[in-house]
């Protein structure tokens, strides 16, 4: 190899020379084409130096390399997993996660109609979780790919279950859940496809479980 890829690190790492060097010694063609699309984006950048830095680590140096030439290579490739920025590696968590929960919830709405009255509504609660995981993730990785840069995860407070507000928290969570079942029931009705259809009833029947319980503990 020459060193190439490690020579190409070090150096002004110049995008097409780079993007050659990972068609010469990569072995992924689906990636090769993705770093071709929208040319040399502060994203296609950060995963090429990634995939090449991946590379250098699993380089394998000749048995007759001089001992001490031996030690600076592994030096060198020390150097390069350390010079692989961190966002290329979280960005990567983040589509893994999304795909993740996108496979999620596909079981879930396969499995739901065939669930106790009960179960159905601890699933339509995990659904609701997941579809908030995904909005928050889809805005990360728009964020990084126009800036490069990932957001900040945000501070959560453990969402409280209705058994445990109180009447003010109980009160204000009715006026949260009737807004909810209103949206829904016009997303519904404005449905385009099966299966925001059948997402958006299980959301609403979710939020009509979850007033019922309120309307009960407050003893309407």
């Known amino acids: 190899m020459d060193h190439e890829i490690l020579l190409w690190i070090n150096a002004d790492q110049e995008y097409l020379t780079g993007l050659a060097l990972f068609d010469r010694y ?36 000749s048995d007759k390399t001089p001992a001490l030439v031996k030690s600076q290579i592994k030096q ?37 109609p065939y669930r106790e009255f009960q179960e159905r509504k601890d699933i339509a ?31 959560k407070e453990k969402a409280k279950s209705v058994s445990d507000l109180d009447i003010a928290g109980l009160i204000q969570r009715q006026m949260n859940v009737r807004t909810y079942i209103t949206r829904y029931k016009r997303l519904v009705t404005d449905s385009k496809s099966p299966k925001s259809l059948s997402r958006n009833r299980e959301l609403l029947e979710k939020f009509q479980l979850e007033l019922d319980d309120i309307n009960k503990r407050l003893g309407k």
């Open 76 to 112: 060198d490739i020390s150097k390069t997993t350390q010079q692989v920025p961190q966002e290329a590696t979280s960005i990567e968590k983040l589509r893994s996660e999304q795909k993740m929960i996108y496979k999620m919830l596909d079981n879930f709405h396969a499995i739901l």
């Open 26 to 61: 990569g072995h992924s063609p689906k990636i090769g084409r993705m770093l071709r699309i929208g040319g040399a984006t502060v994203k296609n950048r950060s995963t090429l130096l990634y995939e090449l830095g991946k590379i250098a680590k699993h380089m394998e140096v």
């Open 125 to 155: 609660f995990q659904i609701l979780d997941l579809d908030d995981r995904l909005i928050e993730l889809k805005l990360s990785i728009e964020h990084f790919e126009k800036n490069g840069v990932i957001l900040p995860e945000p501070v």
